[in-house]
């Protein structure tokens, strides 16, 4: 008989220097709530939607269609950065980057990710 409940033995990591690297670690606001841990009531900060600005991977070639695979590049994702505070002080549309990835409290299950950094930073963009 196999092992019953592997998934608590395994774990997925991401790989955040890489994506912070290949996006430029660039990203801009497009929402922000409150979170507080359901596990741990003082873990608490800001969730945040941030739209990608550029990415670099290279994705490959789908097997299926033959083409190229898109980047990621003006897709979303969420991520929470645990800084004890209710919002940050960055306006929708505005830009960030994100600072300290927190991999002993950030998983991926499945295609969700769960990211989890210790702060955020306004970012000013020349806009040409």
């Known amino acids: ?9 395994t774990e997925t990591k991401f790989k955040a220097d890489e994506f912070l690297t290949n996006t430029h670690n660039l ?5 922000q709530r409150p979170f507080t841990s359901k596990k741990d009531l003082n873990e ?12 670099d ?3 490959g070639i789908d097997k299926k269609s033959g083409l190229k695979r898109d980047n990621n590049t003006l897709n979303t994702f969420d991520v929470t950065v645990l800084n004890n505070k209710t919002s940050i002080e960055v306006q929708k549309g505005e830009y960030v980057r994100l600072i300290n990835f927190i991999p002993e409290k950030s998983f991926v299950i499945e295609f969700d990710l769960i990211l989890r950094f210790e702060d955020v930073e306004k970012v000013n963009v020349n806009k040409k």
């Open 1 to 9: 008989m196999p092992i019953a409940n592997t998934w608590v033995f």
């Open 57 to 59: 991977t290279e994705y």
């Open 44 to 55: 608490s900060g800001v969730t945040l939607t941030l739209l990608i600005t550029k990415d």
């Open 27 to 31: 990203y801009r606001l497009v929402s």
